[in-house]
């Protein structure tokens, strides 16, 4: 059942991206916060899929330590589910991700049009440069700016370095810095195609006030509270 039940969620994918896909490029002439208001519709529409189909609920603890100002969100990366559904539980975004993403057909160009911060990772200094700068605009825009600081999806029960970008962009924009945990890769893990019911906590923690701190400090205290609060998950 579980495997069927993975196969039809994966068929209706595939059709409903490259359908939205396709509407996103028609919002081109629209703001870029009202084009991702649009587009971000698709994530509700897949996470609705999720718990319908694989019987994958959610739960999220903290949202009321949201900033009402845009903000850096820091969240622990395991899946392809956090990357939907941080974009209606948090404010309107724009997502660090790795201009390769762009270069997909359909699902790519829909990408293209919520405003990303698309870098060359393999550019150290100059990714950097560009996070920095481009940052700081969407930060000015009213975008949040999310990204995942370990660079890529880590199995559950792992951890990898978290590089420290994102909190440089905290350090010299001001701005707060958010973390976020979640135990989303339990049930539906890196590259899997299996999604196995049951329910999905996502924390969210007190914002690191970035004024006057190193980047350093808030990049160890974001891991901190992050790898501590998913143990407290994975139970």
């Keep these: 059942m579980v495997v069927l039940r993975s196969l039809i969620f994966m068929m209706l994918q595939v059709v409903l991206t490259t359908l ?20 971000s519709s698709y994530a509700r529409t897949m996470i609705w899929l999720l718990q319908v189909v694989c019987g994958i609920r959610y739960e999220v603890r903290g949202i009321e330590n949201i900033p009402a100002e845009p903000c850096i ?4 990366h395991q899946s392809a589910w956090e990357t939907l559904a ?8 724009a997502w660090v991700l790795k201009r390769e993403l762009l270069w997909i057909p359909f699902f790519g160009w829909g990408l293209a049009m919520t405003s990303p911060i698309a870098i060359n990772r393999s550019d150290g200094k100059g990714a950097v440069k560009q996070l920095l700068k481009q940052g700081k ?5 009213g975008f949040c700016v999310v990204v995942f600081p370990e660079g890529t999806r880590i199995p559950f ?17 001001g701005a707060p810095v958010v973390p976020v945990a979640h135990n989303a890769g339990r049930l539906w893990g890196r590259n899997s195609f299996i999604k196995l019911p049951g329910l999905v906590t996502m924390s969210i923690g007190l914002p690191i006030v970035t004024k ?24």
């Design 212 to 235: 006057g701190i190193k980047a350093d400090e808030i990049n160890t205290r974001t891991e901190t509270w992050i790898e501590n609060e998913i143990l407290q998950l994975a139970h």
């Design 73 to 76: 969100v820091l969240c622990k």
């Design 20 to 39: 939205f896909s396709l509407l996103a490029l028609l919002t081109f002439p629209f703001t870029p916060l009202t084009r991702y208001r649009l587009i």
């Design 157 to 173: 029960g792992q951890r990898g370095k978290y590089k420290i970008g994102g909190a440089l962009l905290g350090a010299s924009s």
């Design 86 to 93: 941080l974009q209606f539980i948090f404010p309107p975004q």
């Design 137 to 141: 605009q969407r930060l000015a825009q």
